[in-house]
């Protein structure tokens, strides 16, 4: 009875560990599309900024054509 309760507690403390490392992963995974996010934000300023800008250049244009 002991022997068999000692076995169960293992496999419980292995399947914490188990779960645990998963844990870890899905943090780190989470992290780092978290950073990619971040830097597609501001990729997508940039790009606004500089549609902006061309739209300006573009208008300009339009106006000396006219």
């Not at 419980?12 to 560990?17: E, K, M, R």
């Not at 990619?36 to 606004?48: D, G």
Request: glycine share 2%; no cysteine; aromatic share 4%.
């Amino acid at each position: 009875d002991i022997k068999i309760r000692q076995d169960s507690v293992t496999k419980l403390l292995t399947d914490v560990q188990m779960m645990k490392g998963k844990q870890e992963s899905m943090d780190s995974k989470l992290l780092a599309m978290k950073h990619e996010n971040e830097a597609l934000w501001r990729e997508v300023a940039s790009l606004r900024q500089k549609h902006a800008q061309q739209q300006k250049v573009v208008n300009k244009l339009i106006q000396f054509l006219i």
